[in-house]
């Protein structure tokens, strides 16, 4: 079975530019998050959603953006970007956001470089 | 509000050498804890998971955790390390069905 894929690997931006990561979640699974990882820091988190709702949101700025879809598959917005959100962004899928049974799958991330 | 804390930023050990990476966290009732594994260029690998019950716990790559809430801690073990087990680790705490993680402890593995 595939697990978590992310697209695009890596992506490469100017500072005011707006990027769109996308996340598709293991089959079966109803949640998706969105984590922040910034170089030599955990992962920080940014958003949830379950079946298409937001049901979680980090404290990161409303030029952050999500969406997930009717397949669950999900897109991350970032609008206006800066060099501060250079970062390895994570997506996480799980079969619901019950927390015994909310074991989070995380894909290889998209690796995005603000110049 | 919760957090967790990974004291050590990097640890060097040689192969065939046994590991201990610290994890503290602050959280007001029984946390649920996990660690994950980080290969370069790679997400984020599930090793274990503490729920409630036994202390002690036993993941992949033989890798064992155990919990102490007199510490608040939840120390990740291996008593023989691999030359492969060189990577980044991550303490986590899911709570809300979202995770509040370490800073990760950077693993290199001496020949």
């Known amino acids: 079975d595939a697990g978590v894929t992310q697209s695009p690997t890596h992506l490469i931006k100017t500072r005011g530019q707006q990027v769109t990561l996308r996340c598709s979640p293991i089959?079966?699974?109803?949640?998706v998050s969105w984590y922040q990882q910034v170089l030599g820091q955990g992962p920080q988190f940014i958003f949830q959603?379950?079946?298409?709702?937001?049901?979680g949101r980090g404290n990161f700025p409303d030029r952050f953006s999500a969406r997930q879809f009717p397949n669950y598959s999900s897109e991350l917005n970032v609008n206006a970007l800066l060099l501060g959100d250079s970062a390895l962004y994570l997506c996480?899928?799980?079969?619901?956001?019950?927390?015994?049974?909310?074991?989070?799958?995380f894909g290889a991330g998209t690796r995005l470089s603000v110049l | 509000a919760q957090s967790v804390t990974q004291p050590d930023i990097h640890i060097t050990v040689s192969e065939g050498a046994s590991l201990e990476l610290r994890c503290n966290y602050s959280?007001?009732?029984?946390?649920?804890l996990f660690w994950y594994v980080q290969s370069p260029g790679q997400g984020l690998q599930l090793l274990l998971k503490?729920?409630?019950?036994?202390?002690l716990v036993q993941g992949i790559k033989g890798f064992e955790a155990e919990f102490k809430r007199s510490q608040s801690s939840f120390n990740l073990r291996k008593p023989s390390v691999h030359w492969s087990d060189a990577a980044e680790y991550f303490c986590?705490?899911?709570?809300?069905?979202?995770?509040?993680f370490g800073d990760g402890t950077t693993l290199t593995v001496k020949p």
């Open positions: 996480a899928s799980s079969l619901d956001v019950g927390v015994g049974k909310n074991i989070q799958y």
């Open positions: 959603y379950y079946e298409k709702e937001e049901r």
């Open positions: 503490y729920f409630s019950g036994d202390t």
């Open positions: 089959s079966g699974h109803k949640s």
């Open positions: 986590a705490l899911p709570y809300a069905g979202k995770s509040t």
């Open positions: 959280y007001g009732a029984t946390p649920y």
